[in-house]
């Protein structure tokens, strides 16, 4: 995982966004079903995106995460270098559009595909086919081929419902962190399903896997050496605030590192200020309530989100975590109110066991979140709830024509995780490790 790669994430992402949502305007301006069949996108969205002002539009694209998903088989990928027909014949005044938009997403694609954790989480593409062949495309096959598939490579993810919620009628608009969680946890009825069904099948063989219970103090003798994925792996627990006991635990199955060994690395990445004598320690990062805020469990559902698209990319659940985590932070928002250590205890753990934490979807605004059982009043969707107190935009009421699942509006894609690349990781992607 290369950190300029990451760090670029973001506006590469916007980038793209202003490109299909500029050329999805254009060609609903001029012929709304034309950008249906092109962009996949309903009608409804079509028209909508024709009608509107370029203030609003510029609000959209800038959205710091995809709004988009990538039209990729590998198969597609392979034959790049035959140009071929538009899919429907009258779309052919079209191509240079396509060319236009298909060239960027290639050199996006092509670029992030070099490391496969990074293709998952930026451009979220995970299957591992599609990544060899976008390694293996000749350096000039961004500038030469964009124009030949008959089919864009990337479309936008736009629905009825998350447009209501990215755009507020007032004038300063929603803000981008909050546009960026809705883009990361927006999820059609579909999706959903692939999410629940992975979840319930890494949890039912979790509990039926054997593992040897380890003890701490057994004897072992501390680790003298480690391989360099689980030492990054440590490093990065550690950066991110876990005590050095949190760490051997939870490294105990895999590890033989020892808390006493971490103390002086946790106290070196991580320098706390000295205490004034007699004053409280400072607990307030840890005991921050994930479930307190609509804010922090809209947080913790993108990092959630995020590992997903790791573990479907054939990273190990608990490493695909602490990766997303820390991807999540050092990209978008390092104070985000949600610890690692939080993530691990309150999501991972309780989901894997298949004690709590529950996954709810929200057809009103079309995204995935994090629920928890105890907490009563909170099952809510948290992007309704911030909704609700004028953080994200109102669902318009719509008389025309059904309102009932709007997010469903969003189209079955062809290319879309067949159900065995959700089953639990075979392999581990490599390079996910090093940062
Ligand atoms: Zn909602």
Redesign the pocket.
């Known amino acids: 995982m290369t950190q300029t790669g990451m760090a670029k994430g973001p506006s590469d992402q916007k980038t793209l966004n202003e490109e299909l949502i500029e050329g999805l305007a254009e060609v609903a301006r001029r012929n709304p079903q034309h950008a249906v069949e092109l962009f996949g996108v309903p009608l409804g969205v079509a028209m909508r995106l024709a009608a509107m002002p370029d203030a609003q539009l510029d609000d959209l694209a800038t959205t710091p995460v995809a709004l988009w998903r990538p039209a990729l088989t590998e198969r597609l990928v392979r034959r790049l270098p035959e140009h071929r027909p538009m899919l429907i014949p009258d779309h052919e005044m079209w191509r240079p559009l396509v060319k236009r938009i298909n060239r960027l997403a290639l050199a996006t694609f092509v670029r992030y595909a070099d490391d496969p954790a990074s293709a998952a989480l930026v451009c979220d593409i995970t299957d591992r086919e599609v990544i060899r062949a976008l390694q293996e495309l000749p350096a000039f096959a961004f500038l030469e081929w964009g124009g030949n598939p008959g089919t864009l490579l990337a479309v936008p993810r736009l629905s009825d419902a998350i447009i209501d919620r990215l755009l507020r009628a007032d004038d300063d608009g929603v803000e981008s962190s909050l546009r960026g969680l809705l883009a990361l946890t927006q999820c059609c009825e579909q999706e959903f399903a692939l999410i629940r069904h992975a979840v319930q099948q890494e949890s039912a063989a979790y509990r039926v896997a054997e593992r040897t219970p380890v003890g701490k103090r057994c004897g072992r003798p501390p680790a003298s050496f480690l391989m360099p994925g689980t030492s990054s792996l440590i490093l990065t627990m550690l950066r991110h605030q876990m005590r050095p006991t949190e760490v051997e635990e939870r490294m105990l199955a895999t590890s033989d590192v020892r808390a006493a060994q971490l103390r002086g690395i946790a106290e070196t990445v991580n320098p706390k200020p000295k205490r004034d004598k007699g004053a409280p320690r400072d607990r307030t990062r840890d005991h921050r309530d994930l479930w307190g805020s609509a804010h922090r469990r809209l947080s913790a559902t993108a990092i959630f989100c995020l590992q997903r698209r790791l573990v479907d990319a054939g990273v190990e659940a608990f490493e695909a975590m602490v990766w997303a985590y820390d991807y999540y932070a050092r990209t978008y928002d390092a104070d985000c109110g949600v610890s690692l250590s939080r993530m691990l205890r309150d999501v991972f753990t309780p989901m894997r066991e298949g004690t709590d934490t529950h996954l709810g979807h929200?057809a009103?605004?079309g995204?995935v979140h994090l629920a928890h059982d105890e907490k009563i009043g909170i099952i809510e969707?948290p992007?309704?709830v911030l909704a609700r107190a004028g953080k994200f935009g109102q669902r318009r009421v719509r008389t025309d024509k059904g309102d009932g699942g709007d997010a469903a509006g969003m189209r079955e894609f062809g290319a879309w995780p067949r159900a065995g690349t959700w089953s639990p990781a075979s392999g581990v992607v490599g390079s996910a490790g090093s940062s």
Do not use: E, Q
């Open positions: 929200c009103r605004c995204v969707c992007v309704c």
